[in-house]
């Protein structure tokens, strides 16, 4: 996953304090403009639906009230960059690589802490903190340290030009693909495909002591506790499809598993709670984005769940991998031998990256 074909982009050795400029001629902004921005970035904002009830509590409780978003750091961070930053990790907005998702990936060579000054840095860590919810924030920072020795060690990438308003911040490394895109891919929850995942250590065991993203595990496992013997022989299959196979397939798709329809009234409540977990971590208008989208496409009852007996861990009845897949979502959650999620949304499937 970490060949780059195309890319001849060389580490960019530590940039100078000069390269954070006075605002001037070249347009950069100064550390106190840069200072201000960062304080002042909150996060998304929701507003009333008809869906709401998916939705988990810090999003819909999220007051309507005008905030810097992450965007804002994203466009700061754009103007900050000197001649050989922008050389080493801006991409023009049709690059393959915006809508390339991995589990394991360099983006560009260069990491962060080689890549960007203290303060350029300070803002990355503003635009994950507004990306994200005050409650995952540092639950995912606990999963870059321990999976890639910590956000430093991280890979950040723009594609376009943030000043005309369509552009893609991207975070990649170890267990993760992240996005910034200030709805610049408007068919796409997220801006595109992410991924997501957890290793405290590689093998785990079963329960996945220490792990920040099994809790979605646990709950979608509180769905097929809740299913009959006819349920589960709908809803539990032998094998997998592989993990990365996240391509979206449309009204006219073949879907695994059982149709959440079907369920009964709780047992679609328990759906809908294990849906507010999935969509924790990420910012209300992130949240809402997704929900929207599921919206436009029949809502739950057009998504299908599924379990797989492949590498379930112990003989627990707790099975590792699972999916929601419907016409324009796929969720595939893996939890052995730790956690791997891969996540594609959109609202209109057959405008989106990897339809089928």
């Not at 049709?94 to 390339?100: C, E, F």
């Not at 956000?151 to 170890?174: I, N």
């Not at 329809?261 to 849906?275: F, H, I, N, W, Y």
């Not at 949304?345 to 405008?351: E, F, S, T």
Request: glycine share 10%; hydrophobic share 35%.
């Amino acid at each position: 996953m970490n060949s780059q074909p195309g890319l001849n982009h060389n580490p960019c050795p530590d940039c100078s304090t000069d390269d954070v400029a006075n605002t001037g001629a070249t347009g950069r902004v100064t550390r106190r403009e840069f200072l201000n921005t960062v304080g002042r970035t909150v996060g998304g904002v929701v507003l009333a639906s008809a869906a709401a009830r998916i939705l988990p509590a810090a999003a819909q409780a999220a007051a309507a009230t005008p905030v810097q978003k992450p965007e804002s750091l994203v466009k700061a961070l754009f103007t900050s960059l000197s001649p050989r930053q922008r050389e080493a990790l801006c991409m023009p907005w049709d690059s393959p690589l915006r809508s390339k998702v991995g589990a394991n990936w360099e983006i560009v060579k260069p990491a962060i802490k080689d890549m960007f000054t203290a303060d350029q840095q300070e803002m990355v860590r503003g635009i994950l903190k507004g990306v994200t919810t005050e409650e995952w924030y540092s639950k995912i920072l606990k999963q870059f340290q321990d999976d890639g020795g910590g956000l430093e060690q991280y890979h950040v990438a723009l594609f376009g030009d943030p000043s005309q308003h369509k552009f893609e911040w991207v975070l990649t490394g170890r267990h993760c693909t992240m996005r910034v895109d200030g709805h610049s891919n408007s068919n796409a929850a997220f801006g595109g495909p992410i991924f997501y995942g957890h290793a405290p250590k590689f093998n785990e065991d079963p329960g996945h002591p220490g792990n920040v993203y099994w809790e979605q595990g646990r709950k979608a496992n509180e769905v097929f506790a809740a299913l009959d013997g006819k349920q589960r022989t709908q809803a539990l299959l032998d094998k997998a499809p592989p993990e990365d196979k996240i391509n979206l397939q449309g009204p006219s798709g073949q879907f695994p598993g059982i149709a959440i329809g079907e369920l009964s009234r709780d047992q679609k409540a328990l759906v809908r709670s294990t849906m507010h977990d999935l969509l924790s971590p990420h910012r209300p208008e992130d949240a809402k984005e997704v929900v929207q989208d599921i919206e436009a496409n029949g809502g739950l009852d057009s998504i299908h769940l599924s379990f797989y007996k492949q590498e379930a861990l112990g003989h627990d009845g707790i099975w590792d991998i699972w999916r929601l897949e419907g016409p324009s979502i796929v969720w595939h959650f893996r939890g052995a031998p730790h956690v791997h999620t891969w996540v594609n949304v959109a609202r209109d499937a057959r405008l989106a990256d990897g339809h089928v």
